[in-house]
């Protein structure tokens, strides 16, 4: 029973297990249709997989780091994260804006911390969060492109193109760090830059490398630099670019030089730092170069080169164009002027100002000189250019040049000046070789306006001259030039060693030198060393004179006096209407009312001493007043070869105790250091002469009369002579011969016509 028992249980238990077995994989069956279907087996390198993967790394309140894909793998051999359809979003640290990067695939290695993309990278910068952005962003494509995702930064060593609001570019190799807003361009850079006028002319920028401080607004170019906008071209060495409103505003660069070439203007500049302002429009209004700044203008009439320490140029942007208003040069300036040579044209001269600062203005768009003005002390020169031109060179404390038409200068003012003009090389014997110097506290000079040649130069306050030993003075002087002749007004002097002349107004001729006075005229001229001496012009005292007028001519040599004249030399003198004087001939001629007075020495000499010494005269000898010989005529013509003085037109000569009137005198007079100013003298035509003694008056007619100072000889001819004595009578004949020292009197009758005397008896 037990054993049939023990196998009724077995049984059961049997029975019991299939039913649960077969409870069980009916269970299992129906769960196994109700589970989802398992995923394929992974590769053995890879780790995981997804799909519309997002990776983020937070902060406190907003995420630094964004990366977006399509799809995920993760590999585990290298450890490394696949991703295609990327998008990483790279957020400011305000959270207001982000970087937007994509690419078709890229592999993150978390280890490295890095994100690459091999293939076409697309990179916008400065999304707003909003997604509202204002204007045109900044996209940025290339290729093998890093991100490192510690730090941000992003960078590639291939070919960048981006385009922003401004622009566009390209160059090779790059990156970009967000946390410090930097963008870094490696080599072979290029930008094309506009300004926020559509209608603006772009700049191009190219350099070596590049450097981008968002945050600063500073641009860096390095090693080199280039700038081209339209025909403006700027090179140098490192530059910074400063930005405002997304625009260029400021250029710095080193080692500059730039060029602007237009149809009728070429413009260079250099200097070794050099900056630049730039209106929003790109267009250049300022720019400054120190230290050894240079600026060329070239023109088809001129060039005009400008080296200083320092210059600063503004220009006129009101075109759209940056066209050259003005340029200040600080320090050491030279500015030269030079014409540029053209077919049958002759050359004006070329032109230097120099000075501490110098301002340039430019007119007719910045192709032409307006004026160059010099803030401070400054110096003018004329370089000749050809044959008729002469050096001259002005110094003073202000100056202003005036241009007009194809930058032929027009106008010259100066304050305090003083100039210098030096002579032609000489053509004759005679002609100055001294330069030409003046002084003067104004000036002002006006040029031809189709050559530029001097044509007027007015100096006036404190005018002065110079040339040689011959020296003026006046207080206004006119030189013009086509005449070469300098007129000296108001309280006008000239003198040089031969004299001096002073007058209301001179009018020197520079070549010759000579002069031509008007209005109170005084001259002096020192006497002749050479030829004979008389009392008319003696060689050992000055030539005085006074007239209205004056003019010489020959270099001097020969003298007019005209008005009132008178000339004179010690007490001796001569008056007439005009006096010329040739002292080259020595000769004098008086014309309209002459008249002349020689000084008479007193006859009686001192006594010999005892030893021989001469004698003191006596007081009554000392105190005698001088006495003189007056001659009056209508004309007088002296020579000094026989020092013959001849007067006409009704002539009077009065001596002491002797009177002579007749038709015309001829005086010949002594040395001037004789005694007696008259040797002897010839009067013809209706001649007489009266003679007072102490205690009787003779006078004698004639129509011929001699006289002989030394014998005190009269001699009487022609018509009737007669001599009529106070005392003795009247005496008559064909020659009647008077020798007063002697009271003796000779009648040479005529033949068959003897002597007739008239005595008068004295009556006791």
């Known amino acids: 029973m037990l054993r049939s028992t023990r196998g009724l249980l077995l049984l059961a238990i049997v029975l019991m297990l299939g039913a649960v077995a077969a409870n069980y994989y009916n269970q299992k069956r129906i769960l196994a249709n109700q589970a989802p279907r398992a995923p394929k087996s992974l590769p053995v390198d890879t780790d995981a997989s997804a799909t519309s993967w997002i990776y983020r790394k937070d902060q406190t309140t907003h995420g630094i780091v964004e990366v977006r894909a399509k799809r995920f793998k993760q590999l585990n051999n290298p450890s490394r994260v696949e991703i295609e359809g990327v998008q990483l979003l790279v957020y400011k640290q305000d959270g207001k804006e982000y970087d937007d990067i994509r690419s078709a695939s890229a592999i993150l290695d978390d280890n490295k911390s890095t994100l690459y993309a091999d293939g076409v990278v697309d990179i916008t910068m400065g999304v707003p ?108 060495g490192e530059a910074l670019v400063t930005l405002k409103d997304k625009a260029i505003d400021h250029v710095e660069a080193k080692q500059a030089h730039g060029t602007d070439q237009q149809p009728a203007r070429e413009l260079e500049y250099s200097a070794n730092q050099l900056e630049m302002n730039l209106t929003p429009e790109g267009a250049v209004e300022k720019l400054s170069g120190e230290p050894d700044a240079r600026l060329v203008s070239t023109t088809e009439t001129s060039k005009t080169t400008i080296t200083s320490r320092r210059v600063d140029m503004d220009f006129d942007t009101s075109s759209g164009a940056s066209e050259l208003k003005q340029a200040l040069m600080t320090g050491n300036t030279v500015l030269e002027s030079a014409p540029v040579p053209h077919e049958n044209t002759l050359p004006a001269e070329t032109r230097i100002v120099r000075g501490e600062r110098v301002l340039l203005r430019m007119r007719n768009g910045g192709r032409d000189l307006d004026n160059v003005e010099t803030l401070t002390p400054g110096r003018l020169e004329f370089l000749p250019n050809r044959p008729g031109q002469r050096h001259r060179t002005v110094d003073a404390d202000h100056m202003l040049v005036t241009y007009g038409a194809s930058n032929v200068i027009q106008f010259f003012r100066a304050t305090d000046a003083a100039t210098r003009t030096d002579p032609e090389p000489p053509q004759q014997a005679g002609e100055s070789s001294d330069p030409l110097l003046t002084w003067s506290k104004d000036l002002k000079a006006d040029f031809d306006p189709k050559t530029g040649q001097l044509a007027h130069m007015e100096q006036w306050n404190d005018f002065r001259y110079q040339e040689g030993d011959r020296r003026a003075r006046a207080n206004r002087a006119t030189l013009e030039q086509a005449r070469n002749l300098i007129t000296l007004d108001q309280a006008a002097r000239i003198w040089d060693a031969s004299g001096a002349t002073s007058a209301d107004r001179i009018l020197l001729d520079q070549k010759s030198g000579d002069i031509s006075a008007e209005g109170n005229v005084v001259s002096t001229r020192m006497p002749d060393q050479k030829g004979k001496s008389s009392a008319m012009l003696t060689n050992d005292q000055p030539l005085e ?100 003085a001849h007067y006409t037109g009704g002539a009077h000569m009065v001596r002491p105790g002797m009177d002579v009137k007749a038709s015309e005198i001829r005086a010949f007079l002594n040395d001037s250091q004789a005694s007696s100013s008259l040797d002897h003298a010839f009067a013809d035509g209706a001649v007489t002469i009266f003679r007072r003694e102490a205690d009787r008056t003779l006078t004698g007619t004639g129509e011929h009369a001699e006289y002989y100072d030394a014998e005190q000889r009269i001699f009487l001819a022609g018509g009737e002579p007669e001599l009529v004595d106070s005392v003795r009578g009247t005496t008559k004949g064909r020659e009647l011969t008077y020798y007063a020292n002697d009271d003796k009197l000779l009648v040479n009758g005529i033949a068959r016509e003897p002597a007739r005397a008239l005595v008068l008896r004295r009556h006791h």
Not at 571 to 582: E, G, K, L, P, Y
């Open 129 to 236: 969060a909003d997604n509202q952005p204002h204007g045109q962003l900044m996209e940025i494509h290339s290729s093998g492109v890093t991100y490192e995702t510690k730090t941000g930064v992003a960078s590639t060593g291939r070919a960048v193109n981006f385009e922003f609001e401004q622009g566009d570019g390209k160059a090779v190799g790059a990156s970009y760090d967000p946390n410090r807003e930097e963008i870094h361009l490696n080599s072979q850079v290029e930008l094309h830059w506009r300004g926020r006028n559509p209608n603006a002319k772009p700049m191009k920028i190219e350099t070596g490398e590049l450097i981008y401080l968002e945050r600063e607004s500073h641009v860096f170019l390095k090693p080199w630099s280039r700038l081209t906008r339209d025909t403006a071209v700027l090179e140098g």
């Open 545 to 644: 004179a006074k007239a209205k007028r004056m003019q010489t001519a020959d270099r001097n040599e020969k003298i007019h006096y005209e008005g009132q004249a008178v000339a004179w030399q010690g007490a001796n003198r001569v008056w007439a209407d005009t006096i010329d004087i040739d002292r080259t001939e020595r000769r004098l001629v008086a014309r309209g009312h002459a008249r002349t007075q020689f000084v008479e020495k007193h006859k009686s000499e001192p006594a010999k001493a005892a030893d021989g010494a001469a004698a003191q005269p006596s007081t009554n000898e000392a105190a005698k007043a001088p006495t003189f010989v007056v001659v009056t005529a209508a004309a007088m013509v002296y020579t000094e070869a026989d020092r013959l």
